[in-house]
């Protein structure tokens, strides 16, 4: 089992950028693929992000895509989310999520075994 702890959110201008950091402890973070998701007030939670358990394959939605960018530092059980260009509609608590399939690095929201608390970013257009 892994626990995760998000941090990094805040109140940024359009045109900004954040950078999201989500601490594992527990189980070594290498061991599951991991994901970035995200959850806007009355909506679904949607994918983000997501990267193979060496970092070597990455995945982005395409409403992100060439905007935001997803590493892990499995030494320091450590996944990032950097995002520029932010927009009004990248408004949202963002979540960071382990998958323990050995076979897919997912892209639902049942994908995912564990579950980070979120991180509010609110985005001023």
């Known amino acids: 089992q892994v626990q995760l702890v998000e941090s990094g959110g805040g109140l940024v201008q359009a045109g900004g950028s954040l950078r999201l950091s989500c601490a594992a402890s527990g189980r070594t973070l290498s061991s599951y693929a991991m994901g970035w998701f995200r959850q806007a007030p009355g909506k679904e939670r949607e994918f983000v992000a997501a990267?193979?358990?060496?970092?070597?394959?990455?995945y982005y939605a395409d409403s992100v895509k060439g905007r935001f960018t997803i590493a892990r530092d499995n030494l320091k059980n450590m996944v990032y989310l950097q995002m520029n260009s932010l927009k009004h509609e990248d408004t949202a608590v963002y979540y960071c999520?382990?998958?323990?399939?050995?076979?897919?690095?997912?892209?639902?929201?049942?994908?995912?075994?564990?579950w980070g608390q979120g991180t509010q970013v609110t985005v001023s257009s």
């Open positions: 999520a382990a998958d323990s399939s050995p076979l897919r690095v997912g892209r639902r929201v049942d994908e995912y075994d564990y």
């Open positions: 990267i193979t358990r060496n970092g070597g394959i990455t």
